[in-house]
């Protein structure tokens, strides 16, 4: 059976990472954007990264300029902000396309494990209809929805939870705690 380990992705200067690097830690993988509603969630995910990261946690961050192009620039251009605006210390992988038929490998793994479960929260209504609207059938797809949709990988590198980009890091400490403390 495949796990996250299987692949392979590119860290900013374009070097191959094996994500087998990463076995035994729990991981969130991440598609993010510097200029979307949602980049304010840059904070919540370092703080998460702070906070777990000395027990075996890691943030796995892939810039993805698919949603309405609010991820431009190169490397170094969402690097610097990222870094600069919001103090990030968590891996930042070079940008890919999470969707379509350049999408990464990872993310068509992912998708297989995980697929859409629904929005939440207060911004709920605000999605289904944006999303909704330029894609009549969004439920009924694994695709990505939107920017930091987020993939939490257990110890073992088997995805066991999908969370859209309506989930605050905040929300996935009880669930973090809880695979860290599985042996």
Known sequence: MATIYDYTVLDGNNNEVHLSDYKGKVLLVVNTATQCGFTPQYPGLQKLYDTYHDQGFDILDFPCNQFGEQAPGDYDDIHSFCTGRFGI???QFAKIDVNGENEAPLYTYLKSQKSF?????????????????AHPDFKETSDIKWNFTKFLINKDGEVVARFESTTDPEELNETIQALLKKA
Do not use: H, N, Y
């Open 117 to 133: 479960a629904g929005f939440t929260g207060e911004k709920k209504a605000f999605m289904e209809d944006f999303v909704g609207k």
């Open 89 to 91: 210390t968590f891996p």
